[in-house]
């Protein structure tokens, strides 16, 4: 039986290609391509001869019958714009139709935005939460982001130019937060790493083009529940002692350096339990 190559191609810098990810692009007959125009960049850069497939058809539905069909007589490999194939990009239906005609799927790692991204953000983490790209409408968007947000992981998402403001807004007013990686154009010549503010990565890249991959934490997932009862503790004693809340929000955050909204609703509750 024939052999389907899921290969990964650079991200920006044609540079990126792996030897063996070269070798395998010139001897099959046949790369299917998720845009030819994008793929054609690399196949001259490198002198690859290979023939380009489109993975869709003119109605945007994916050939899997056309694919099918090559596939059973010939060794195929399959790429799409930039980075690994199936993360954010089409590939698991083509990898699933192999798999169930019986051929064998080999994997040519190569480089992924998602991985580079996290590598330079900075952040010490044993895993992460990976949600691609965000859907469109808010409700969607938090009964996406909201089961993650539980988990003490960061939170990866891939994000357009047209969206990027929207997004950093969203992600600020929803969930509150303040620190932010952002990482733009990786491994092209005008790549960025931020890591700062949400209120300055929204000026920053308010007007930027590039594709974005965003990092982010639920800052309050990090406090223990001992740490949130020697502050609710410090926060008690602070009413009983008729420290302003404007002041004792401040104190408790130096403290803990964390934002004081954070402790703002715990403060309620306490000021309203020994107000009844």
């Known amino acids: 039986m024939s052999n389907l190559y899921i290969v990964g191609t650079p ?13 395998t692009l ?7 391509s998720e845009d030819k125009r994008v793929s054609r960049k690399l196949l001259s850069k490198y002198k690859i001869n290979s023939q380009l497939v489109s993975i869709y058809k003119p109605n945007k539905k994916l050939n899997i019958n056309y694919f ?8 195929l490999a399959f790429i799409t714009d930039a980075g690994s194939p199936g993360i954010s990009d089409p590939a698991g239906e083509f990898v699933r139709v192999a798999r169930e005609n019986n051929h064998k799927i080999i994997t040519i790692p190569g480089v992924s935005a998602l991985t580079s991204a996290f590598s330079v953000s900075g952040i010490e983490s044993k895993g992460f939460s990976f949600l691609g790209f965000l859907p469109k409408s808010n409700k969607q968007k938090i009964d996406l982001i909201d089961p993650f947000m539980k988990v ?6 891939y994000e357009s130019p047209k969206r ?12 509150k937060i303040n620190k932010i990686f952002i990482a733009k154009e990786l491994t092209k010549l005008y790549e960025t790493l931020f890591f700062g503010e949400v209120d300055e990565a929204i000026e920053s890249f308010a007007n930027e083009k590039g594709e974005f991959v965003i990092i982010f934490m639920n800052e309050n997932s990090e406090i223990s529940k001992s740490l949130l009862e020697k502050y609710d503790k410090i926060l008690i004693d602070g009413y009983e002692k008729g420290i302003k809340g404007k002041n004792l929000l401040s104190l408790i955050s130096d403290l803990s350096g964390i934002r004081k909204g954070f402790f703002y609703d715990r403060w309620l509750k306490i000021k309203n339990k020994y107000e009844k």
């Open 152 to 157: 003490d992981l960061p939170i990866v998402i």
């Open 11 to 23: 991200i920006g810098n044609l540079d990126d290609l792996t030897f063996r990810a070269l070798t």
């Open 26 to 32: 010139k001897n099959v007959e046949f790369i299917f």
């Open 164 to 175: 990027i403001k929207a997004t950093l807004e969203f992600i600020k007013d929803q969930y």
């Open 68 to 75: 099918i069909g090559l596939l059973n007589t010939n060794d």
